[in-house]
């Protein structure tokens, strides 16, 4: 497609189980964002890819929270043990990587944690 | 601490009416500035962006911002709103910090009276 895609658009699941995010980014933008927007807040940055590897994962509020970027395209977010403070709408961006370049964002999925 | 801030929560104006939206950062140097709009349901869409340059830029559907570095403020400005601008409009810097990591404001949402 020809913009940032994210599955699944909503996921609700229960204490303590793991989920799974996906995006896939614009084709051949080298560089990946994941945001977390709470009800009512901005977003929150979690992770930057560029290629495969996260030269910042600065964002990540805790060691639950994983992520990894495959063949420089498709990244997967991963919370583990979900807790009723990670609901929120998880944000996936993606840009050509280079200074000044704009963030082109996906729909979000909704996480709900029950 | 680097922060940014849109004092207004939620503003209603009139169709045809002008608008100003505010938004105030706080970094130790100017940082890329950027206005994002979110529509129910879609992703963040980029209204318009400051780099360097000319301090009034002007972006997509009419929108102006105007960066005043005195101020350290990037107020977003449209002339006359149409009932389609009804939505969250979010004010964002960037600033390299091993990533180019956007830091956004909490929102404000508008809505638009016939």
């Known amino acids: 497609g020809a913009g940032v895609s994210q599955s699944p658009s909503n996921k609700v699941t229960e204490k303590g189980k793991d989920v799974e995010l996906r995006c896939d980014p614009i084709s051949g933008h080298t560089a990946l964002y994941w945001y977390r927007q709470r009800l009512g807040q901005g977003l929150e940055f979690l992770i930057y890819?560029?290629?495969?590897?996260?030269?910042?994962k600065s964002g990540l509020p805790s060691d639950r929270f994983s992520a990894e970027r495959t063949g420089g395209s498709v990244s997967t977010l991963t919370i583990q043990r979900t807790q009723q403070e990670d609901s929120a709408v998880y944000l996936c961006?993606?840009?050509?990587?280079?200074?000044?370049?704009?963030?082109?964002f996906g729909p979000g999925t909704r996480l709900t944690v029950l | 601490a680097q922060s940014v801030t849109q004092p207004d929560i939620h503003i209603t104006v009139s169709e045809g009416a002008s608008l100003e939206l505010r938004c105030n950062y706080s970094?130790?140097?100017?940082?890329?500035l950027f206005w994002y709009v979110q529509s129910p349901g879609q992703g963040l869409q980029l209204l318009l962006k400051y780099f360097s340059g000319d301090t009034l830029v002007q972006g997509i559907k009419g929108f102006e911002a105007e960066f005043k570095r005195s101020q350290s403020s990037f107020n977003l400005r449209k002339p006359s709103v149409h009932w389609s601008d009804a939505a969250e409009y979010f004010c964002?810097?960037?600033?390299?910090?091993?990533?180019?990591?956007?830091?956004f404001g909490k929102g404000t949402k508008l809505s638009v009276i016939p």
């Open positions: 970094y130790g140097a100017t940082p890329y």
């Open positions: 964002a810097v960037g600033l390299w910090a091993g990533s180019y990591q956007l830091t």
């Open positions: 890819f560029q290629g495969n590897s996260a030269p910042d």
């Open positions: 961006a993606s840009s050509l990587g280079q200074e000044h370049n704009e963030q082109f």
